[in-house]
Each structure stands twice: as structure tokens, then as C-alpha cells.
């Protein structure tokens, strides 16, 4: 999987959960949970559509890896088969 | 012969709209199916029928709308025998129908079997397809704006009816939450991502316990008595994306694993937001659980979702100083909980033993 086709498969997700995203319009170097209202209950089906998806399992313990977007497509695109 | 009647689905909802029925004549249906879509100020809710029998005549049409109360349909119990029916009954076999009836109502894609024929010997005419053509295309769930508008009509009346009518107290309690972080941790790193916990669950765990010994926190106040509920339905405070919240319950959480009340937790969020509660969620919340620690703040003061009589409001777990058991002086991850709660049902003395309880089982994790 490319790098675009993964961040389209993360922000997909996302929209998933938080219809009222505008992509073009997130900071891939800022803090997710800081542009989008996110709970711990949207975060955790974040993480469960992301591993639904790409079969990639996060611990608990790699959450603070995946703070902004792109860190979450390095830890994703170091994972994803 | 058995009544189905449109059952209150909340406090602040005094009549609905029938969207759809989802049994026909002849159907048996069984205690706690859903049978019709109601539209409700605050959302489209499944309704659920309580007891078993075989549907006899649907009386209200989609499209209606209908004060709580009103007889929606007959049922037959089960082993009774259809009497004198108050229209003549649809012949066993065929219905009776037009041709172009028929035909239109192909096109149109309606079950003529649910549709009340006024023709000759009950026959469906093409008027009557039309007709419910007609009324299914202004039987659609309010558009958002509309459910917004309404959700805050019904959001204003409740709570200026509970700030009138109840007279609240607060009270709050710093609670250390060092072992329950650890215990959520740890028991997280042994799961795969699909049975993880959050800590919400365990807060629903805790108030539910809670309650156990403190009953007059947990029921209704209604017609200047308090009806105390032996189980917990915990209402869920659950904020919608577009805005405006909505509570409904999970059932008898007292008697759940914390694996049972998450798995609960994350289905209601998640009907929730597309719009397919019960209405059996929606109408019997004994106490209300609100968490806005999540936004940050530290505490939150809850306003009672009448006919309850308390609320339980969960802020943030944030490190603060801390003077531990022998005295030390620590950093200790600190959740701040509120009680609001109805003077009229309890005292404070009592409030505040509930949260002193409620903080000995968060101290317990591994007991919840």
C-alpha cells in the first residue's frame, strides 16, 4: 500500500466518524484530537476501523505515537502489510 | 384481544409521528420486537412491543401523528381466536384488490398487505395506494435542521421543567484514580483492540454499585412520591456531532461484567449517532451518568433529567498533588465526581456517603 492510498484509507475512517471533517482542511503536523472533537469512545472506533481495514493491531501503550496524522501514517506504514 | 399503545418514550415526549410499521396484519410477533418507527422531537425511535400475540388490525396510519397512550393496534394473544373484527378481515388468502391497484402499488413498491382497503368487501382501491403513497413521502424523518430545532425545544422544556420544578443539590468528591488507571492498563494490554475497555465503563460499573446501597438516588419522582427502581438503567448522556444530547439508558448495569456494559456502552453510542434507539432505552433511565472530562473541563454540574432524581457528572482524570494514605505528599491522577440530586428524595448527608461509595469501589477496580 502506498502512502496516499494509506492516508485515504485514514481519513476515510475518520470521516467515518466525524462526518463533519473537512479533510483539506486538517493539519497533518497538529494534534488530531486538538482539530477534531473526538472522544475516547470515537477514538477507540478510530482505531477499530483502522483495524478493520489494514489489520494492523495498536496497543494501548502506541496511542501517544499516533498523535497527529502523520504520525499515525508512519506507524501505520511501518505496520501495514 | 390485546392493545398495543404508543408507550412514552422520555419525559419530554408527549406525542410522536408513526414513520412505519414493521409487522402487518397476521404477523406473530414476539415480547420486545420492534414494530413500527416513531419520530420523536429528539429522534427516530425503534418501538418495541411487550408482550407476545398475532397482529389483528394496525388503526394508525404512517404519517400520523399520535398522543403517548393511543391504541396504535389490536393483537390477538396468543392462543385467542379473532372475534367480530371491527372491519371486515382481510380474506385469508389473496387480498382483495384492484388490477391497476395492484399494479400501481407494484410500481410504487407498497405492501398491500398493510394497507386498509376501502372498497367493496375491505377490497384495496387505487385511491387507497395512492393515498399511502402520498403519506409515506411526508412520513420521512425531520430533516437535521428541523431535528435540531425540535431536539432543542425538547432539551429546553426537560431541563426548565427540572429547574422548576426540582429543587437540586451538588455535591463533589476528588477521587484518586491511580488503580484504576493501572487496572485499566494493564487488563487493556491483554486484549485485542475489539474488547478493549474504557474507563467509562467502569464509572457506569461503579455508580451502578453505588446505588445498590443508596436506592434513593436511582428512580422517578412522580406525582409527589418517590418510586424507587431496584435495577440500574443508567442513563448515558451521549452528545450528537450536529449538537443537542440525548440519554438513554443501558439496562440493569448493577448486574453486568464491565465486558457487558462496554460492549452496551459502544453499541448505544453508536445508535446513538445513526438514529436507532429502542424506545425502552429511551423511556426508563433511572439516573443519569454525564462525562464532559473529556472536553477538558474538570468537574460538571448536571441539571436532573425530570422524572429522575439524580445525576452523576464524571469530569477529567488530571495529575494533581495528592496526600497519599500514610500522609505523603504525591501526584496522583485525580477524577472529580458530582452529584446533583433531588432535595425533595434525599439529603446531602446521604449524597454525600453515595459518592463516598462510589469512590471505595473506583478504588476496586478488579471488584467492578
Wanted: charged content about 25%; overall charge negative.
Amino acid at each position: 500500500m502506498t502512502q496516499d492510498e494509506l492516508r485515504k484509507v485514514v481519513l476515510a475512517t475518520l470521516l467515518s466518524i466525524a462526518p463533519e471533517v473537512e479533510a483539506d482542511e486538517l493539519r497533518a503536523d497538529k494534534p488530531l484530537r486538538n482539530q477534531v472533537d473526538l472522544d475516547s469512545m470515537d477514538w477507540l472506533n478510530f482505531l477499530l476501523g483502522l483495524h478493520e481495514k489494514l489489520a494492523v493491531d495498536i496497543p494501548e501503550a502506541d496511542y501517544a505515537k499516533l498523535v497527529t496524522l502523520n504520525d499515525a501514517l508512519a506507524y501505520l506504514g511501518a505496520r501495514v502489510r | 384481544m390485546l392493545e398495543f399503545k404508543l408507550p412514552s418514550i422520555g419525559s419530554d415526549m408527549d406525542e410522536g409521528k408513526l414513520l412505519e410499521w414493521k409487522i402487518k396484519p397476521g404477523d406473530r410477533v414476539k415480547k420486545g420486537q420492534v414494530v413500527a418507527i416513531v419520530d420523536t422531537s429528539k429522534a427516530a425511535v425503534d418501538v418495541e412491543i411487550w408482550f407476545d400475540g398475532t397482529v389483528h388490525e394496525l388503526l394508525i396510519e404512517p404519517g400520523a401523528t399520535i398522543p403517548v397512550g393511543t391504541v396504535l393496534a389490536t393483537l390477538l394473544a396468543p392462543g385467542e381466536k379473532a372475534g367480530a373484527p371491527a372491519r371486515p378481515a382481510p380474506p385469508a388468502g389473496r387480498r382483495k384488490i384492484s388490477p391497476a391497484a395492484r399494479k400501481r402499488a407494484e410500481a410504487l413498491g407498497i405492501d398491500v398487505d398493510t394497507l386498509a382497503g376501502s372498497g367493496p368487501g375491505g377490497a384495496v382501491t387505487l385511491a387507497d395506494v395512492d393515498a399511502a403513497a402520498a403519506q409515506r413521502s411526508s412520513s420521512k424523518p425531520a430533516a437535521t435542521s428541523d431535528r435540531q430545532a425540535e431536539m432543542r425545544k425538547a432539551i429546553a422544556a426537560a431541563m426548565s421543567r427540572s429547574k422548576r420544578e426540582i429543587p437540586h443539590y451538588y455535591l463533589a468528591e476528588a477521587i484518586a484514580m491511580e488503580r484504576a488507571q493501572a487496572w485499566l492498563s494493564e487488563a487493556n494490554a491483554g486484549r485485542p483492540i475489539t474488547g478493549r475497555l474504557l474507563m467509562a465503563a467502569l464509572q457506569l460499573k461503579a455508580v451502578a454499585l453505588a446505588l445498590q446501597k443508596y436506592p434513593e438516588m436511582n428512580g422517578f419522582f412522580r406525582d409527589s412520591a418517590f418510586q424507587p427502581v431496584a435495577a440500574a438503567h443508567i442513563g448515558v448522556a451521549i452528545s450528537m456531532r450536529q449538537g443537542g444530547l440525548i440519554a438513554p439508558a443501558i439496562h440493569d448495569v448493577g448486574e453486568k461484567t464491565l465486558d457487558e456494559v462496554m460492549r452496551d456502552l459502544a453499541d448505544l453510542v453508536k445508535r446513538a449517532r445513526a438514529g436507532s434507539l429502542k424506545s425502552s432505552e429511551m423511556s426508563d433511565p433511572t439516573i443519569t451518568v454525564t462525562n464532559l472530562g473529556e472536553q477538558g473541563v474538570e468537574a460538571v454540574y448536571g441539571v436532573i433529567y425530570p422524572p429522575q432524581v439524580a445525576l452523576v457528572g464524571f469530569g477529567r482524570i488530571t495529575p494533581r498533588p495528592w496526600v497519599d494514605a500514610a500522609g505523603g505528599l504525591t501526584v496522583a491522577p485525580v477524577l472529580t465526581a458530582s452529584l446533583a440530586a433531588d432535595h425533595r428524595v434525599s439529603d446531602g448527608h446521604r449524597g454525600a456517603l453515595f459518592l463516598a461509595e462510589l469512590r471505595d469501589w473506583l478504588q476496586q477496580p478488579e471488584k467492578l
